[in-house]
């Protein structure tokens, strides 16, 4: 072996959440871990929508709402069916979430991932950034047994890797876990950061301090399957569409287009008056869910976080940040239990899948993994917020000196007005009730 070929317990690629909570988890039990990153810093090369669900986080950091450099705790969710021309919004806020231990908040990735990866270096943890890992090391009888880099000389040899390397994990690929990218369960998130001063974004959104707001968008995508959001920073607001791939290329839209469309909608282009454009961004989603999940675990390596499809995406809920982090944890304490038994075999990193299934991470995967068929059907899509919208206008549209119909021959008229079948409507409710029992 080389002198200068590195060597250590673990060798975990990526420090976005998933890695950064892997490296964390080997670090305090006292392992020596390698975290290779190929940004040259952690979270350069990341990007998301902007909420983080933090409560995984009292796992890791005690009183961790001191330390995270949040922009703003998200007090207020609002889910907003739209047309072109309309609007129908629930919007909910509290108190309780205006305070410790907080649900919700927007921060930036670059800030987010510095601060997680500062947590797995502080506690021993070896960070090398600017380096790609290009493929898996293996020894002679063919197990895995470290990573390629892009360095000279640059092998980092190990008795585990731990894949957190995104979206079409190159590494979750080569050894045959990951297949071949399907567009089916591939989306597009497309992001645009506008600067807005603090006090003009209190005032437009009724804020004050810290808080902040979340608004999901349905029917905002020009009937490709997908969504909109809109959260709010310190002193920017974070603007964007998720897409379907196959649809996107389908309608032959450029994504721009769509960010474009939803910032001139009548109900969102008035917060967003005078913003300036300081960041687009734009990133792959592995949306598959519970049944495209790759295999986790063989011999010497653990997958986690994008690598691994554990991104959430059940139209109430859009999360991934939260369960990377928590896979990261269970791939940390398996690889632990793994290295101390000396059985890092696929049979002695079996624990893994157990401790998912037992967490939050794929008990919710595996309970909702009907909701995306639901929310991204045709119907959902362009047919429901259109009723939901006309049905809402037809019920506050004062019709003096006629009489007043009722709110069932209102609902009825909207139904018969979209041409929406009821057969259809009670089959889709019946199917949604199934998908989030």
């Known amino acids: 072996m080389p002198d200068d070929t590195m060597t250590a317990d673990a060798v975990v690629v990526g420090a976005g959440p998933a890695g950064s909570a892997a490296a964390l988890e080997l670090a305090r039990a006292g392992r020596d871990v390698v975290m290779v990153e190929r940004g040259p810093f952690p979270g350069a090369k990341n990007v998301y929508g902007g909420v983080v669900y933090g409560r995984i986080l009292d796992q890791v950091v005690p009183q961790w709402w001191t330390q995270v450099p949040v922009q703003r705790w998200v007090t207020r969710r609002a889910t907003m069916l739209m047309t072109p021309t309309q609007a129908l919004t629930v919007d909910y806020r509290t108190s309780a979430w205006d305070r410790p231990p907080y649900n919700g908040m927007t ?6 991932d510095s601060w997680l990866a500062g947590q797995a270096t502080a506690a021993g943890a070896r960070l090398v950034t600017s380096t790609v890992a290009t493929g898996l090391l293996r020894d002679p009888s063919g197990r895995i047994a470290g990573v390629r880099t892009d360095r000279p000389d640059g092998d980092i040899r190990a008795k585990i890797v731990i894949a957190c390397d995104g979206v079409n994990s ?4 080569e050894a045959g876990l990951l297949p071949r990218t399907s567009p089916a369960h591939t989306t597009l998130g497309v992001k645009e950061t506008l600067a807005l001063p603090r006090e003009v974004i209190d005032e437009r ?3 004050a301090g810290d808080q902040g707001l979340d608004i999901e968008m349905v029917g905002c995508t020009s009937g490709i399957p997908g ?11 974070s603007v964007g569409v998720v897409v379907g791939v196959t649809g996107l290329a389908e309608a032959r839209k450029r994504p721009e287009e769509l960010v474009a469309a939803v910032k001139a909608h009548p109900a969102i282009a008035p917060y967003l008056r005078g913003a300036e454009l300081k960041e687009y961004s734009a990133h792959l989603i592995p949306e598959g869910g519970y049944r495209a999940m790759p295999r986790l675990a063989i011999d010497g390596l653990l997958v986690a976080g994008d690598a691994a499809s554990m991104c ?25 239990e793994a290295i ?8 002695g990193l079996a624990g893994y899948r157990r401790r998912l299934e037992a967490s939050f991470v794929l008990a919710d995967h595996k309970r909702l993994r009907n909701a995306a068929d639901i929310v991204l059907a045709d119907r959902m899509q362009r047919d429901y917020p259109r009723l939901a919208c006309d049905f809402v206008e ?3 549209t004062v019709t003096n000196p006629a009489p007043k119909i009722g709110m069932i021959r209102e609902f009825f008229r909207a139904v018969r007005g979209n041409k929406v079948r009821l057969r259809s409507l009670a089959r889709d409710g019946w199917q949604a009730l199934r998908a989030f029992r």
């Open 394 to 396: 037809q019920v506050f």
């Open 227 to 237: 969504g909109g959001f809109l959260y709010t920073n310190l002193d920017t607001v």
């Open 107 to 112: 921060t930036y990735r670059v800030d987010f």
């Open 170 to 173: 190159l590494l979750a690929k």
């Open 205 to 207: 959104f009724g804020l």
């Open 340 to 347: 101390a038994a000396g059985d890092t075999s696929a049979r």
């Open 312 to 336: 959430l995406a059940a139209g109430l809920w859009l999360e991934g940040v939260n369960f990377a982090i928590g896979a990261g944890l269970a791939a940390g304490q398996t690889a632990d």
